[in-house]
Structure formats: C-alpha cells, structure tokens
C-alpha cells in the first residue's frame, strides 16, 4: 500500500528556531509538492518539484523558506527563522503529471 | 490572474443529492481535479475532468464544461460521511496547480 509519508506529524517551536520538514514521495512519482494550508487561506502551492528539479516556488517566501529534493526518495521543507504566522498544516504531495497527486498526513506547525 | 471559486459552505440531508460548483479562471487548462479532506485529515483524490461532460463513479459525478469554465460535483444518495471539504483544482496551461478555498458540506441526519 503505497503512501506519502512525512516527518515530524506534529512541531512546536518558539519564534527564530529553524524547522525542517520531510517527505517520502510515492515510488515511481516524478513530481513533489509541497503546500499550506490555513483556515484563513486554504491550500497553498509553496514548491513543485519535477524529476526532482525545483519548478515552481514562487509561492513560498523567499527570505525564510527553502525547499529541496536532495534524492528522489526525500524531499525537504526548511524555515529559518520561524515565525508565528508560519503556523500551519504543512502537506507534501506526489504524483505524474497530469494525473492525480497523493498527499501526505501533513505536518501540524506551531511556532509560539 | 489566476482564481477559483467555489461556495464556503453547503448544508444538505442525509439521501439528498446535492451539487457543489467551481468556476474558473486561468492561464490555460489542462484538467480539473475535485479532492475530498475530511477535518484533520489529507486531501483524497475523487474526481479527474479534462474534456467536456460528465464523468460518474459511483455516487460521485463531476461535470466540465471549458467554454464555461465551470465544473460542478454531484453527491447522491448523501451519507454522513460525505461531511468534509470538497477542493476544487485546476491544471493550468502554465503547469501549475491552483487550489480553490473548498466547500465545506455538512450533512444532517
């Protein structure tokens, strides 16, 4: 049973502390995404990855977040320094393109 | 810009059939993607539309029309596990992804 995992589910932080997220992509996928969501603004594309070449991260802040495929089976999300409106559910997602993505468990931030 | 809408909420009954719609605007289209997120959970793929009409599986149907840019999805026979947030997405011609802000349905027994 194939599945997109992610690491850690659950993160609190205090204000400036660097966080890293992870994400196994589904075997075989050839594309990676990483989003937040919020109440306020639902899902958001931060990065998107195509054989593991970074194709889209004009949603993501520049100055505090990075986004990076070192191999194909981990994708990595980092924030440094953090804020509090950081706080959000983090997902990664993996598919083919033009097909359906599968999304990850999501990684619940808090950062105080 | 790129934008998609969809209504914030819908309120429906147990064996109802209820229709949740979204229209579009974007750069280009390659393919219109209906998800299911259940409160705390991920997003579960549903429905896939690239061509005009309409597409069933199941109780599930979901409707396209590119001229329009408008899709709807159809929900029979309502159970009360179809509460959830339905996400309404668009593959646009610039290969990306957008996301509406999702309808959230409630259904009452």
């Known amino acids: 049973d194939a599945r997109v995992t992610q690491t850690p589910r659950d993160k609190v932080t205090e204000m400036g502390q660097e966080v890293t997220m992870r994400c196994q992509p589904i075997l075989g996928h050839n594309t990676v995404f990483w989003y937040r969501q919020t109440m306020m603004q639902g899902l958001e594309l931060l990065a998107y990855?195509?054989?593991?070449?970074?194709?889209?991260d004009s949603g993501m802040p520049k100055d505090r977040f990075s986004a990076e495929m070192p191999d194909a089976t981990l994708a990595t999300l980092k924030i440094q320094p953090s804020e509090p409106r950081d706080s959000a559910v983090y997902f990664c997602?993996?598919?083919?393109?033009?097909?359906?993505?599968?999304f990850g468990p999501g990684t619940r931030l808090t950062v105080l | 810009g790129q934008n998609i809408d969809q209504p914030t909420e819908m309120t429906a009954t147990e064996g109802a059939i209820v229709q949740i719609n979204c229209t579009y605007q974007?750069?280009?289209?390659?393919?219109l993607f209906w998800y299911q997120q259940h409160a705390g959970e991920a997003p579960t793929f549903l429905s896939y539309n690239v061509l005009d009409g309409l597409e069933e599986k199941g109780r599930f149907s979901s409707f396209l029309s590119r001229s329009k840019g408008y899709s709807y999805l159809l929900l029979k026979e309502l159970q009360m596990k179809d509460s959830a947030s339905y996400l309404c997405?668009?593959?646009?011609?610039?290969?990306?992804?957008?996301f509406g802000t999702g309808t959230r349905l409630k259904v009452l027994a």
């Open positions: 997405a668009v593959f646009s011609g610039t290969y990306k992804y957008i």
């Open positions: 997602a993996s598919g083919l393109v033009r097909n359906e993505q599968f």
């Open positions: 974007t750069s280009g289209f390659n393919g």
């Open positions: 990855f195509r054989n593991r070449a970074p194709l889209d």
